[in-house]
């Protein structure tokens, strides 16, 4: 295949099949806010899969617990909360449905560990500045879905990820432009056109789509800043690289919040790592 072919090739985006019935349920019962705990562990146990994975996270090191949580309910009310487990219901069954192990040089446990420690700093953030337009829930799971793009274009084209990974780790250079030359849309704008197709609320298909360098956008609202900001300094924790200062004093500005109340946060979800870590290996599967 040529270069030339690869924008053609993106007909499979219109062509990748509907979520299953049991992931739309899942989806829809993760969006409805009114819906009881008894009723969304119900949705959830009909995926034995999630539940098996739901189990495993409440039982980790990451919670601590000394007794064995065995059923869901109780993982939900005890240990995991509500909102954690819609977020992470969410990406598990985006996960599941979405099978990227054809491509070797795919990084799950890093993909989905960038991601996380991207969602915990801007939900984070978000209860420190108490604004309006930061709501907690959705902020994190736009910092989960951010990166959604690169999941599905591992599963589409996991030959042509590979020689894209494979490149950018040679010559330094960044994903995103990469897949731009090559597919002539970046991770982002393909990120949008799966959500779009799966109809997935139009928050988060706005925020991916806003990450988008190539997209045409107009000013960057304040939760979809706070997200990319986030989203940088989750990418320099990770790469072990100390140098946030600026995104750490640009969040402090465009928030109106103490540099250090923000390096503070910054230091305990480094601390945290390995347990981050741990809750991504449980959603890769």
């Not at 819906?35 to 189990?55: C, H, K």
């Not at 890093?110 to 500045?129: D, E, P, V």
């Not at 994190?140 to 690169?150: A, E, H, R």
Request: negative net charge; proline residues 3%; contains cysteine.
């Amino acid at each position: 295949m040529t270069e030339n072919d690869y924008p053609s090739q993106l007909t499979k985006l219109k062509n990748i099949p509907p979520l299953p019935e049991v992931s739309l349920r899942i989806l829809n019962a993760v969006n409805d806010p009114e819906i009881t705990i008894d009723d969304f562990a119900d949705v959830l146990n009909q995926s034995p899969s999630l539940v098996a994975r739901l189990l495993g996270l409440a039982n980790s090191a990451y919670f601590g617990r000394s007794k064995e949580i065995k059923d869901l309910r109780t993982a939900i009310i005890q240990v995991l909360g509500v909102n954690l487990v819609k977020n992470l219901a969410m990406s598990i069954a985006l996960n599941g449905h979405l099978n990227t192990r054809q491509c070797k040089k795919f990084q799950s446990d890093y993909y989905w560990g960038r991601s996380l420690t991207t969602a915990i700093l801007a939900q984070k953030i978000a209860f420190l500045a108490r604004r309006d337009e930061l709501p907690a829930i959705t902020i994190y799971t736009g910092g989960l879905l951010s990166n959604i793009g690169i999941l599905v274009s591992v599963y589409l084209f996991p030959a042509e990820m590979d020689s894209i990974f494979d490149y950018c780790a040679k010559n330094q250079s960044a994903v995103s432009a990469q897949m731009f030359d090559v597919f002539t849309m970046d991770q982002y704008q393909i990120g949008y056109i799966l959500l779009n197709k799966w109809h997935l609320p139009q928050d988060y298909q706005s925020i991916v789509k806003g990450f988008s360098k190539n997209a045409q956008n107009e000013k960057d609202d304040l939760m979809l800043e706070v997200l990319k900001l986030c989203h940088r300094i989750s990418g320099r924790m990770l790469a072990g690289d100390e140098n946030v200062d600026a995104d750490v004093q640009a969040l402090a500005e465009v928030l109106s919040l103490s540099n250090d109340k923000i390096q503070q946060i910054i230091q305990e979800i480094k601390e945290s790592i390995s347990e981050i870590e741990e809750v991504a290996k449980i959603i890769s599967g």
